[in-house]
C-alpha cells in the first residue's frame, strides 16, 4: 500500500514538471495583413480644371510665347499660327483720340480690316450703318451666349445692329454682310467701359467719287512748269513685294510744282491704286490727283508716298523723292 502510494506521488510530480516546460514552437512567417489605404485625395489643381472655367483673353491665349513649337528648320515668324496672329494684329482697328465726336466712334472704313468694338453689361452699344445700306443676312457671331444682338430700322433706309454683352471679360468676333460692303468686328466686354455708338466714315469710295468728278472735268494734255533740265526724275519705286507688281509705274518725276506718276495704260487700265502721302509720323493721308492719260497729276511735289490696290494680299508701293 505504501509503496502504491509512493508511486503516485512520484506519477504526479513528473506530469507537473512537464506541464510547466515551454515547448518552443517555430513561427510561421506569414506576412500581416495590412490596413487598407483610404481613396487618394483628388489632385485638386486638375480638378480646378475640369470645374473651373479659366477665361484667357485671345490676345494672351495667341501670343507667340503660346503657339505651338515650330521645326528646327523653320523660321517662327513663318509659322501658320505666328502668321495668322500677326495679320489679324496688324489689320485690327482699335478706337483712338481722333475718332471719338461726342460719345460717338467713327471708324474708317477701309475693307478687309477689324474693328474692335468694347461692350459692357447693362449697357446698350449701337451700330448704325450708312444711310441705304441693307443687311442681306443674318449678323454671325462666334459666342452667342455671351453675347446679345438684334437689328433694327429707323426712317426708311438706315438700318441699326444693337449689341449687349452678358457678362464682363468676354470676346468674340461679328460679322455683318450688307448690298454694300463686309463689316468685321473684335467684340471684347468689360464691367463698365462701352461704346454707346460706333459708325463710319468711307473716305476712299468717297475719294473715288471726287477723283472721277475731277477726271471728268479735265481733259487734254499734261502742261509742264519750268525747264526740264531742272527736274526731279530721282523719284524710288519700291515694290513691297520681291518682285514689282504689274500695275506698277514705269517712272515717276516732278517739275518743282507737281509730281507725274506714269503708268503704261494697259496697266492702269487692269488696277486703279490709291494714292497716299506718309508722313514722318508713318500715317497715311489720301491725296487727290488727276488721271490725265497714262499719268496721275498731283498738286504737289511728294516725297514719300505709296501707292495702293490691295494692302492685305501686300499689293503696296513705296514712292520716295531724292536728290537730283
Not at 441705304?132 to 455671351?146: K, M, Q, S
Request: charged letters at 25%.
Amino acid at each position: 500500500m505504501n509503496i502504491k502510494l509512493v508511486l503516485l506521488l512520484i506519477f504526479c510530480v513528473v506530469l507537473c514538471v512537464s506541464c510547466s516546460t515551454k515547448i518552443p514552437v517555430e513561427k510561421e512567417n506569414y506576412p500581416m495583413p495590412q490596413p487598407q489605404n483610404p481613396d487618394p485625395e483628388p489632385n485638386t489643381s486638375e480638378a480646378n480644371k475640369i470645374t473651373d472655367k479659366i477665361i484667357i483673353p485671345l490676345v494672351n491665349y495667341i501670343a507667340d510665347e503660346n503657339l505651338p513649337e515650330s521645326n528646327a528648320d523653320n523660321d517662327k515668324s513663318t509659322t501658320p499660327p505666328s502668321l495668322v496672329y500677326t495679320t489679324v494684329k496688324d489689320y485690327t482697328v482699335i478706337p483712338r483720340e481722333e475718332n471719338f465726336r461726342g460719345g460717338s466712334v467713327i471708324y474708317n472704313y477701309v475693307d478687309d480690316h477689324i474693328y474692335k468694338i468694347f461692350i459692357a453689361p447693362g449697357f446698350l452699344t449701337e451700330i448704325q450703318l450708312k444711310e441705304g445700306e441693307t443687311i442681306v443676312a443674318p449678323p454671325a457671331a462666334g459666342d452667342t451666349l455671351n453675347f446679345m444682338l438684334e437689328t433694327s430700322l429707323s426712317g426708311e433706309d438706315t438700318n441699326h445692329i444693337y449689341l449687349k454683352a452678358l457678362a464682363p471679360y468676354k470676346e468674340t468676333t461679328l460679322v455683318i454682310n450688307t448690298n454694300k460692303r463686309i463689316y468685321r468686328f473684335h467684340l471684347e466686354s468689360y464691367k463698365n467701359t462701352f461704346m454707346p455708338l460706333v459708325y463710319f466714315k468711307y473716305p476712299i469710295e468717297e475719294f473715288e467719287q471726287i477723283q472721277e468728278k475731277i477726271n471728268r472735268q479735265t481733259q487734254g494734255r499734261i502742261v509742264l512748269h519750268g525747264d526740264v533740265r531742272d527736274f526731279n526724275f530721282s523719284y524710288e519705286i519700291i515694290p513691297h513685294k520681291a518682285h514689282m507688281p504689274a500695275w506698277g509705274p514705269s517712272f515717276v518725276f516732278s517739275d518743282g510744282i507737281k509730281t507725274y506718276i506714269h503708268f503704261p495704260s494697259a496697266r492702269r487700265t487692269a488696277k486703279a491704286p490709291a494714292l497716299f502721302v506718309v508722313d514722318s509720323r508713318k500715317e497715311r493721308t489720301l491725296v487727290n490727283y488727276r488721271v490725265t492719260g497714262n499719268y496721275y497729276v498731283v498738286d504737289e511735289v511728294l516725297d514719300h508716298a505709296e501707292l495702293v490696290v490691295d494692302i492685305n494680299a501686300g499689293n503696296v508701293i513705296t514712292i520716295k523723292r531724292g536728290n537730283k
